[in-house]
Nanobody
Framework: QVQLAESGGGLVQAGGSLRLSCTASGLTWNDYAMGWFRQAPGKEREGVSCINWSGSYAYHTDSVKGRFTISRDNAKNTLYQQMNNLKPENTDMYYC????????????????????????WGQGTLVTVSS
C-alpha cells in the first residue's frame, strides 16, 4: 500500500522557519517527481514547488523564491521543504504529491482538479504563521 506522510507543520511566528517532510512507502521512489501544494479553506490550491526524481531540477513559485527550498533524499524516500522567513500569508495546509510524468504533470494540475488526479498524494500538514 502506497503512503505519503507529511510532517513538520506547526505554529511559528512571522520570520521564523519550518521544515516540512514527506516520507513515502510502498512505491518506487526514484521513479517519481515530487511536489508541494498548499491550500487554505475556501481558497484555490497552489503548486508551491517541485523537484524531479534525481534532484537535478527544482521549481519554486515566485512568491516563495529565496525563502523556500525543496529537496529530496532518495536514500530515505523523503521529500523536504525548508521554509524560511515565513509570513502570515503562508498559513495553509501543505500537501506533498507524486507524479510519474514529472514536474510538468504536478505543476500543470488545474486548481479545480483534486490531488487524487496525481499518482500519489498525502493528507497534509498544517502551517500557521502568526504576525
Amino acid at each position: 500500500q502506497v503512503q505519503l506522510a507529511e510532517s513538520g507543520g506547526g505554529l511559528v511566528q512571522a520570520g521564523g522557519s519550518l521544515r516540512l517532510s514527506c516520507t513515502a512507502s510502498g512505491l518506487t521512489w526514484n521513479d517519481y517527481a515530487m511536489g508541494w501544494f498548499r491550500q487554505a479553506p475556501g481558497k484555490e490550491r497552489e503548486g508551491v514547488s517541485c523537484i524531479n526524481w534525481s534532484g537535478s531540477y527544482a521549481y519554486h513559485t515566485d512568491s516563495v523564491k529565496g525563502r523556500f527550498t525543496i529537496s529530496r533524499d532518495n536514500a530515505k524516500n523523503t521529500l523536504y521543504q525548508q521554509m524560511n522567513n515565513l509570513k502570515p500569508e503562508n498559513t495553509d495546509m501543505y500537501y506533498c504529491a507524486a507524479a510519474l510524468a514529472g514536474c510538468a504533470m504536478l505543476l500543470q494540475l488545474p486548481p479545480d482538479r483534486p490531488l487524487s488526479t496525481l499518482d500519489e498524494w498525502g493528507q497534509g500538514t498544517l502551517v500557521t504563521v502568526s504576525s
